[in-house]
């Protein structure tokens, strides 16, 4: 049997992403993937909290100073195959882009390439989607590049902007679909095979079923879109 991708998951903040992953992989008997490392910005945050909660080692690399030297020694003494980032604001160091080139995503809590870039995050970016008057959004999930929120899509997930949104309401669902798009993405990748082919999926969602399609329709599209192309 394969052993699961060990999963290293960079955040900066409450770790919702990552109690989604832990949830989706980490108790399951034979998963593709397990989270073993939780790397965060700063100490003290609620990614920690939640790392500690399910018994997965945690380490904070605060500053930029060295950062890529010390992450590289965390993430090989852990022997990570797969990296994401949920909610980490830094730039990731090139050299550890370099390093898992084509096994690192990213969410971002909107359609990507719109509303993405340096300085989008967090609420932020729900503010400038209800200020552009757009009527869609969603959560995108994508390989990370050496550039903001610039990689190759992998998934996205679309929400509508209803009629007197708040930024914090659509935040909230959005979020609701981050859970679930992003277990799927990493999932998809997990099994890809290694090393992962180029073009993962696209995984794409549909809208009539927002917010969230029955698992079971989603796991037969993943499955078809999760092969590998060779
Ligand atoms: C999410 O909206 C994620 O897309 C964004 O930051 C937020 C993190 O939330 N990059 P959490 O820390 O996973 O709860």
Same mark, same amino acid.
């Given at each position: 049997?394969?052993?699961?991708? &060990?999963? $290293?998951?960079?955040?900066?903040?409450?770790? %919702?992403?990552?109690?989604?992953?832990?949830?989706?992989?980490?108790? $399951?008997?034979?998963?593709?993937?397990?989270? !073993?490392?939780?790397?965060?910005?700063?100490?003290?945050?609620?990614? #920690?909290?939640?790392?500690?909660? =399910?018994?997965?080692? *945690?380490?904070?690399? !605060? *500053?930029?100073?060295?950062?890529?030297?010390?992450? #590289?020694?965390?993430?090989?003494?852990?022997?990570?195959?797969?990296?994401?980032?949920?909610?980490?604001?830094?730039?990731?160091?090139?050299?550890?882009?370099?390093?898992?080139?084509?096994?690192? /995503?990213?969410?971002?809590?909107?359609?990507?390439? $719109?509303?993405?870039?340096?300085?989008?995050?967090?609420?932020?970016?729900?503010?400038?989607?209800?200020?552009?008057?757009?009527?869609? %959004?969603? $959560?995108?999930?994508?390989?990370?590049?050496? &550039?903001?929120?610039?990689? &190759?899509?992998?998934?996205?997930?679309?929400? +509508?902007?209803?009629?007197?949104?708040?930024?914090?309401? #659509?935040?909230?669902?959005?979020?609701?679909?981050?859970?679930?798009?992003?277990? /799927?993405?990493?999932?998809?990748?997990? &099994?890809?095979?290694?090393?992962?082919?180029?073009? #993962?999926?696209? /995984?794409?969602?549909?809208?009539?079923?927002?917010?969230? +399609?029955? =698992?079971?329709?989603?796991?037969? %599209? /993943?499955?078809?879109?999760?092969? +590998?192309?060779?």
């Amino acid at each position: 049997m394969r052993e699961p991708k &060990r999963v $290293a998951v960079l955040a900066s903040g409450g770790g %919702t992403n990552l109690q989604a992953l832990i949830d989706h992989f980490n108790p $399951a008997p034979a998963p593709a993937a397990r989270v !073993e490392l939780v790397v965060a910005s700063r100490a003290g945050i609620g990614a #920690l909290a939640r790392a500690e909660r =399910s018994g997965i080692p *945690g380490v904070v690399l !605060e *500053g930029q100073d060295a950062l890529a030297g010390r992450m #590289l020694a965390e993430m090989e003494r852990h022997r990570i195959d797969l990296v994401v980032l949920a909610g980490w604001l830094q730039l990731v160091p090139p050299e550890v882009v370099e390093r898992w080139h084509g096994r690192m /995503l990213n969410i971002h809590p909107a359609l990507l390439p $719109a509303f993405g870039g340096k300085g989008m995050y967090g609420m932020r970016v729900h503010r400038a989607v209800i200020e552009s008057g757009v009527r869609v %959004t969603g $959560a995108t999930v994508h390989r990370v590049s050496d &550039r903001y929120d610039e990689g &190759r899509i992998v998934a996205q997930w679309p929400v +509508p902007v209803l009629h007197g949104d708040t930024p914090e309401r #659509l935040a909230a669902r959005v979020l609701a679909v981050e859970h679930r798009i992003l277990p /799927l993405a990493v999932e998809a990748l997990a &099994r890809a095979g290694d090393p992962p082919p180029e073009v #993962l999926g696209p /995984l794409s969602f549909d809208l009539l079923e927002a917010p969230a +399609p029955p =698992s079971e329709s989603i796991r037969v %599209t /993943l499955a078809h879109d999760a092969e +590998p192309s060779s």
